[in-house]
């Protein structure tokens, strides 16, 4: 006797987005140096019909939040987790920038292991680029 496969959350997820009528989400990725090129993106992917999640604090820019360099690191950590919820939560990533770092090398590979498409505005700084 072989019993229904029970779908994955992310199945569930993709499901109840469809049921209700959830645009595209697109999870914005890259080196927060390039913020007003993010905002760029941003701009025009909204205009396009999608819904946009990007990283929303830039910890190179000067704030109280993480002025003490204790609390910066754990606040860190939290956005690490943060952005990544976001990635599960978006239909696709758009890396922004002609950098790669460290942090959205891991960012792209973890989309990817999720299957999540990803774009780039600039394709040749992709890591992992599809032959």
Do not use: N
Request: contains cysteine; aromatic residues 6%; proline residues 8%.
């Amino acid at each position: 006797m072989t019993y229904p496969q029970l779908p994955t959350p992310e199945e569930k997820l993709a499901d109840a987005k469809k049921a209700l009528g959830i645009p595209r989400i697109v999870v914005i990725c890259g080196s927060t140096r390039f913020m007003t090129e993010m905002a760029e993106a941003e701009l025009r992917e909204t205009g396009a019909g999608r819904i946009v999640v990007k990283p929303g604090c830039d910890l190179k820019s000067p704030h109280e939040l993480w002025s003490d360099p204790i609390e910066a690191e754990t606040l860190k950590v939290r956005l690490d987790d943060l952005h990544r919820a976001k990635i599960r939560l978006a239909d696709e990533v758009f890396v922004v920038g002609d950098y790669i770092g460290d942090s959205t090398r891991a960012e792209i590979a973890y989309a990817r292991s999720l299957g999540k498409p990803v774009r780039f505005t600039h394709p040749e700084v992709d890591p992992a680029p599809l032959s």
